[in-house]
């Protein structure tokens, strides 16, 4: 391989993540990524075990309209090992926000396998504006179901595809 091409490939990313659903802590990752590699793939995790609320088709698309005038990001869904993800799609590294203390012991661990795994993947650690240093998907969706703002949490779209979402799953919810 020559040393352009190897250069080339370092510089593109994968961002991984359920995207469960995707947050404005995650939309500045990307943001703040685009700048700092020529290209990124974000990788939206099929994992039917964690009963994610949307579908991994849903949360692709949900990602794709918010990027869809960036040419140099691309979404797609995985399954398996992440490293061979990363690898069958020419990256060289993965991409993961930390937003507090709490997130390090299993980042690190995660890291470190990957790492083990294969040896050609560098791990990137990025933190979020502080303002969403306290944001999770998870909360997200605890904060919509029981009637709380969203507002600066998560973009317009998702806010309103979780409408969409808990109106078919709970009809009988006022939201
Ligand atoms: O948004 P999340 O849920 O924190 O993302 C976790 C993710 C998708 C990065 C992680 O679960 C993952 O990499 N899964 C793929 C399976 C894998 O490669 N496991 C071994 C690495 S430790």
């Known amino acids: 391989m020559s040393e352009t091409t190897h250069q080339q490939k370092a510089r593109k990313a994968v961002y ?16 703040r990524g685009m700048k700092v590699f020529d290209s990124l793939l974000i990788a939206v995790l099929e994992n039917p075990k964690k009963k994610p609320l949307f579908s991994s ?6 990602i794709q309209e918010l990027f869809a005038d960036q ?11 992440l490293v061979e993800f990363a690898k069958n799609n020419d990256a060289k590294v993965v991409i993961r926000g930390l937003r507090a203390i709490s997130d390090f012991e299993n980042e690190f661990q995660m890291a470190l396998m990957n790492m083990k795994l294969d ?18 998907s998870k909360l997200v969706k605890e904060i919509f179901m029981l009637g709380g703002c969203l507002k600066d949490l998560v973009p317009k779209q998702v806010e309103h595809r979780l409408r969409i979402k808990f109106k078919n799953k709970h009809p009988s919810l006022n939201l």
């Open 16 to 31: 991984p993540g359920s995207f469960d659903p995707i947050t404005n802590g995650h939309v500045d990752i990307i943001k």
């Open 57 to 62: 088709e849903e949360r692709v698309s949900m």
């Open 71 to 81: 040419k140099n990001t691309e979404i797609k869904a995985f399954h398996g090992l």
């Open 119 to 136: 040896p050609e993947i560098e791990t990137f650690f990025m933190m979020p504006n502080l303002s969403y240093s306290f944001l999770s």
